[in-house]
């Protein structure tokens, strides 16, 4: 029993060693937090809640360097405080699974949900959904993931003939791979619960191919140690799909119609590419260099 | 070795959210609920001995619903249907109704424990502490209690260890317990194993601990019996 006992101090030991070597990093929030620090509300009109599944980089994903509330970062953390600010509501995040964030808009828990929701039919049917948003081309490009070896070599839907595509359930994907592939000689019955239990299928060879919204294939292929790369091939995508949109209760129009205006101006103003490259550098998937960024996080404008 | 060196650095970049955040969230729920479950599951017990048919037959519903579903159905409702009926709850971060939702959950449990500790006890016990002349309530305390405490404690051990793993569904909500570590750090890595093999060493180590002090306790209850 002193044995085990050992064992387990080795381990905490260990552990507590690999916790020494972290590494300094370039300030990759620089460009983030300065778009974040322009918003501010008086919260005059109560609170604004809303409901996000922070797992999901560079959308809405933890910094484990923030504490709290300000530890949830992401794309649309940056769209939530700009809607607060345009409503003027203090801003309350709560973090949840991606299914509890449908619950809580339903059952009142929360006002809005924001979490990289595609507009599906059953969707509309449920919820009042807002009116899009662009998140850069995380939801414009839907693109086809496989191990480096493939890379490139696959760019037409019949190249795919013979082989298997997975995805995330109940998501855009799935709705493009049943489009795309579902009357060929394609193996699509492989749903997956989350991308990441997906991404491991990937690497078991389970599966040969991923489809997944292009921003979050750069965040895996990013993190994959050079075993993923992008097949070459893109979904064709049509409109109502290529963008996100928000999750407001059935009954709460008033908020919709805020909202909406609230979008509205956001688009005309062309806030979001800024928003998204800021998150892309934040995530690790591009630098602030290939951004068009200087060191600070200030957008160089020719 | 590119799984170790993957655990590696995930380690060196997220050890706070594993050891600090995970681990702590997760002791904390797992305190709250056993404390607060031994103290509801004892006045449950209580209510199910009572003479009172009503209560009876209410704490029996109440045990049957909670041990007839799942602790996910239990937090889903207790996050999203316990702020209807207690407002102040809906401004209050979520991990308020998570360990409501323990709480409850622990103490029916806890509240069996408790009466099959007690009925446990060989009822010539009692009989013979009430043959000699002591009153219901004095040999139920002095005599039977006693007794059948030895029968709970361990009982109580293995729920608090049950209890520990039980907290990982708490993560749904990102309370902030070692499952909700695994969330946030696989959302930022997208590296699933690697962090469910964190995750599993850090549960396993705690309640492997759990396990052998509680049954060290056990040996030094023995001895002293």
Not at chain 1, 64 to 81: E, H, Q, R, Y
Not at chain 1, 102 to 115: K, P, R, W
């Amino acid at each position: 029993m002193k044995s085990y006992l050992c064992m387990l101090l080795c381990l905490a030991m260990l552990l507590a060693l690999a916790a020494c070597g972290s590494n300094p990093e370039k300030n990759l929030s620089a460009a983030y937090d300065k778009y974040l620090s322009q918003f501010s509300s008086s919260g005059s009109n109560g609170t604004l809640t809303v409901a996000m599944s922070p797992d999901f980089a560079p959308m809405e994903f933890y910094d484990v360097a923030k504490s709290g509330d300000a530890a949830i970062v992401g794309f649309d953390v940056l769209l939530a405080n700009y809607l607060a600010q345009e409503l003027d509501m203090k801003l309350v995040i709560k973090p949840m699974s991606f299914d509890a964030c449908q619950a809580a808009v339903q059952t009142g828990n929360a006002d809005i949900g924001i979490s990289g929701f595609s507009w599906t039919y059953e969707r509309g049917q449920n919820y009042a959904i807002s009116d899009f948003y662009v998140a850069g081309d995380n939801e414009t490009e839907q693109s086809i993931i496989c191990l480096k070896e493939n890379e490139g070599k696959f760019t037409k839907a019949e190249d795919f003939i013979g082989s298997k595509i997975g995805y995330q359930g109940a998501s855009l994907q799935q709705v493009l791979v049943e489009e795309t592939f579902g009357d060929m000689d394609v193996d699509i019955s492989l749903v997956y619960v989350d991308l990441g239990t997906a991404v491991e299928a990937l690497k078991a060879k389970q599966v040969d191919f991923l489809a997944v919204a292009h921003g979050n294939g750069e965040s895996i292929i990013a993190n994959a140690n050079g075993e993923i790369a992008f097949t070459g091939f893109d979904f064709v995508v049509d409109d109502m799909y290529k963008n996100n949109v928000c999750l407001i209760n059935k009954d709460n129009t008033a908020l919709l119609e805020k909202v909406n205006a609230a979008l509205g101006k956001a688009m005309a103003n062309d806030l979001y590419s800024g928003w998204y490259d800021a998150c892309k550098v934040y995530a690790g998937v591009s630098t602030l260099d290939e951004l068009g960024f200087d060191d600070n996080g200030n957008k160089i404008t020719e | 070795m590119v799984f170790l060196t993957n655990v590696a650095n995930i380690m060196a970049k997220y050890w706070q959210v594993f050891l600090l955040q995970g681990i702590g969230y997760t002791l904390l729920l797992s305190v709250i609920a056993v404390a607060g479950g031994a103290f509801f599951g004892s006045l449950l017990a209580l209510a199910k001995r009572s003479g009172l048919k009503v209560l009876k037959a209410a704490v029996a519903v109440f045990v049957e619903v909670i041990r007839g579903t799942p602790v996910l159905l239990q937090l889903y409702i207790g996050v999203f249907v316990f702020p209807m009926i207690i407002p102040k709850l809906s401004s209050l971060p979520y991990i308020y109704s998570v360990s409501i939702v323990l709480i409850l959950n622990s103490s029916a449990y806890v509240s069996e424990i408790i009466r099959s500790g007690i009925e446990a006890v060989d009822p010539g016990q009692m009989e013979a502490a009430r043959s000699l002349g002591l009153t219901q309530h004095t040999a139920m305390l002095s005599i039977v209690l006693p007794q059948a405490i030895k029968n709970i404690l361990p009982a109580l051990g293995n729920e608090f260890i049950t209890v520990v793993k039980e907290t990982s569904l708490a993560s749904t909500f990102f309370v902030g317990e070692l499952m909700t570590a695994y969330l946030k750090v696989k959302g930022n890595t997208y590296l699933t194993m690697e962090c469910l093999a964190i995750v599993g060493v850090l549960y396993f180590a705690l309640t492997f601990i759990l396990s052998k002090l509680l049954k060290s306790m056990e040996r030094r209850m023995k001895a002293r019996a």
